[in-house]
């Protein structure tokens, strides 16, 4: 170990920080920013902060009581640590772990499958201990180019992106299975969505193909899942920092030099795949040869477009072209479709379709009797942006899984539906309509979603927005009718 004083940046106090001695100022920088505080801090003693807790709900819980271990095991081999907000404490919509895979490569041994496999299940149980009522978690991974340099794959080949695709069907097969194992045990929040495209037959990397595939199988047999969306790439930032990691998520990386101008470790890794030593290298690269293959942005995009099925989310494409081109289908002039009357939480609501010759759904109409004029405005406004969706191509379920557990007056008791007995907003009533119709699967029950089962205590609910009260309402109707806060 050693101890330095530095801070998070340049303005930043500088602080006592104690790391790995193997570890650079960038890492302790990163520890200095991760940790609560602005006392000494020590590697361990931050990581417990956090896992400790993790360890108490664990017990609590009857889950495996080694978690904890190995949570402090993937942060000292550097394989793998959780953003910022669980560093400190903090509550998050969607908390996210980042996974390096390049600390999951050894020398003369290649990528770990079992393990980067089991850290993902780790990754998830944690990230759902640490915040137990988000329905949404970002499972992820970073640094694929100092992988793909250590096998010695050209980041711009086939090769390459079916090993990232591989990994990304590895991840999202893992991670979804986890998160079926943890509605079982704790309880679901979300029904299980349309599964990703299938992993690739075969890669690179030995083994990667089948432990996705069995991956994916183990998903794919689950009925409900504990969260709505599991995996995600995100911009990079302190937790990549600390685990040493050159290059975010997919991105290649675009300079063999560090800003210190040595070889990065992605560049020393594709030398050594080679076998080239640092001398031969030299004098290959004083003779003219290009010992770097340059990355243009169509290869950073066509490496996007590999991973991108398994992820629920990710930086947008460089070249800043979508990931394909879409052609509006426009509904036939004379249109099937139905009206569905129901009641939610004692205001009526009109929900219309329109349909293509097929069945599928390409258009919605919300109506709300009881709504303000701006608010049946947005309403409008809303359900035509909905409506050219559909029609653009966007499936249903990503609609339905973006709108369901919206909470707004008003909610409550539905009628008129036996399909949905109670409903947290209108929207959450109308999306929760349109999977049982259109998708053929009900979404889990607004009370799942707001139960605590891991000793966190019910959840806090979420503020209601306003709506206009009938100017007119009858003198019975207005006697029950009360002040909250």
């Not at 990528?111 to 990754?123: H, L, R």
């Not at 050219?388 to 249903?396: A, K, Y």
């Not at 205590?457 to 009360?482: F, S, Y």
Request: glycine fraction near 10%.
């Amino acid at each position: 170990m050693r101890r330095l004083a530095i801070g998070a940046d340049a303005d930043s106090a500088p602080r006592a920080v104690t790391v790995p001695a193997a570890w650079d100022d960038g890492a302790a920088a990163a520890l200095a920013a991760l940790a609560p505080g602005d006392g000494p801090v020590t590697l361990a003693d931050a990581a417990e902060r956090w896992i400790g807790p993790l360890r108490q709900r664990a017990a609590a819980t009857g889950f495996d009581a080694g978690l904890g271990d190995r949570l402090h095991a993937l942060l000292r081999t550097r394989r793998g640590a959780p953003g910022a907000e669980i560093w400190q404490g903090e509550a998050a919509d969607q908390p996210r772990f980042v996974l390096n895979l390049a600390a999951f490569h050894e020398p003369g041994a290649g990528f770990d499958v079992e393990s980067f496999a089991a850290a993902v299940t780790d990754a998830v149980s944690a990230l759902t201990l640490a915040a137990p009522t988000a329905s949404r978690i970002a499972v992820g991974f970073a640094d694929l180019a100092a992988l793909l340099a250590a096998l010695g794959l050209d980041y711009d080949s086939d090769a390459a992106r079916a090993v990232a695709a591989g990994l990304g069907a590895l991840l999202r097969g893992r991670a979804d299975a986890a998160s079926a194992m943890l509605a079982e045990r704790l309880g679901g929040f979300a029904s299980v969505a349309a599964a990703p495209p299938a992993a690739p037959v075969a890669c690179a990397l030995p083994g990667l193909a089948a432990a996705a595939a069995a991956a994916q199988s183990a998903a794919s047999a689950a009925r409900h899942r504990r969260h709505r969306a599991t995996t995600a790439l995100a911009v990079p930032g302190s937790a990549e920092a600390l685990l040493g990691i050159e290059t975010g998520g997919i991105a290649p990386a675009f300079s063999p030099l560090t800003e210190a101008g040595g070889l990065s470790r992605s560049a020393r890794a594709w030398l050594s795949a080679r076998g080239l030593a640092a001398e031969a290298a030299l004098a290959m690269a004083l003779a003219g040869a290009s010992l770097f293959p340059p990355v243009s942005p169509a290869a950073h995009a066509a490496m996007h477009d590999a991973v991108a099925p398994f992820m629920a989310a990710m930086p947008a494409r460089r070249d800043g072209a979508p990931a394909s081109e879409s052609t509006a289908a426009p509904l036939p002039a004379r249109r099937k479709g139905y009206t569905q009357r129901a009641s939610v939480g004692g205001h009526t609501l009109v929900l219309r379709t329109g349909e293509y010759d097929d069945g599928r759904l390409g258009e919605v109409a919300i109506g709300l009797n009881k709504a303000s004029a701006p608010f049946r405005g947005l309403l409008d406004a809303f359900t035509q942006a909905v409506s050219i969706g559909l029609q653009h191509g966007v499936p249903l379920d990503r609609f339905v899984d973006a709108f369901t557990f919206t909470r707004f007056a008003p909610a409550g008791t539905v009628e008129g539906d036996a399909a949905v007995a109670r409903a947290t907003s209108p929207l959450d009533y109308v999306f929760r309509h349109l999977s049982r119709n259109y998708l053929g699967h009900a979404v889990a029950a607004a009370e799942e979603e707001a139960s605590d089962t891991v000793g966190q205590g019910a959840r806090e609910a979420a503020p209601m927005l306003p709506m206009d009260l009938p100017q007119a309402a009858p003198r019975a109707r207005r006697r029950n009718l009360r002040l909250v806060g």
